[in-house]
C-alpha cells in the first residue's frame, strides 16, 4: 500500500463532509455542516496559505484519496495532529502510516518540532487509534478533558 501526502482538493473536503455528517456522535458539534459552510471552510483555512495555526493534506493511497490530514492548533513549533479517513478505508494501517509522513513533512516544511494526537471526547475510535500508536512506541498519553470535567 502506498500512502501519499498531497494538497487537498475542494472535492475531498467536501467529501469529509460528508463522512463526518454520517457519523455526528464522533465530533464535539454534531450539527451537519453544508456544502456552503465547507466550501467557506476550505477558502478560509486551506486556500489561504498566510494561516498559520492550521496546515492540511490529503490522504492519497495508491492514488486514490481517502482522507485529509493535517495540523490545527499550531503554536510556537508545535501543532495537534487531526486525520479524517473515509470510513471504508479505516482499519487498513493507513493512519499509523499517515502520522509518521505527516510528522516527517511538518518537521521539513512547517518547522514543526513536537506534535500531539487529536481526537473529539466523543470518537471512541479516535481514542483507541491514539492509545495504541502511544502504546506501540513509548509516547506519552495528554488527558482529554470533556466538557463535563471542566
Known amino acids: 500500500m502506498k500512502v501519499e501526502l498531497k494538497k487537498p482538493t475542494r472535492e475531498l473536503f467536501q467529501l469529509v463532509r460528508l463522512w463526518r455528517n454520517q457519523e455526528p456522535n464522533t465530533h464535539r458539534d454534531e450539527l451537519p455542516i453544508t456544502e456552503a459552510q465547507q466550501n467557506n ?3 478560509f483555512y486551506v486556500l489561504n496559505e498566510n494561516r498559520m495555526d ?3 493534506l490529503s490522504i492519497v ?36 502510516k499517515v502520522v509518521f509522513k505527516l510528522i516527517d513533512h511538518a518537521k521539513k516544511n512547517w518547522g514543526i518540532i513536537s506534535v500531539s494526537g ?8 479516535g481514542k483507541k487509534f491514539w492509545d495504541k500508536i502511544c502504546d506501540e512506541h513509548g509516547w506519552i498519553r495528554v488527558v482529554v478533558f470533556t466538557p463535563e470535567s471542566i
Open 118 to 125: 487529536s481526537y473529539s471526547w466523543k470518537n471512541e475510535g
Open 54 to 56: 492550521r496546515k492540511y
Open 41 to 43: 471552510y476550505y477558502d
Open 61 to 96: 493511497v495508491d492514488g486514490k484519496e481517502v482522507g485529509i490530514c493535517g495540523l490545527k492548533n499550531i503554536h510556537d513549533c508545535r501543532g495537534d495532529i487531526m486525520i479524517h479517513i473515509d470510513p471504508l478505508q479505516r482499519n487498513r494501517g493507513i493512519g499509523k
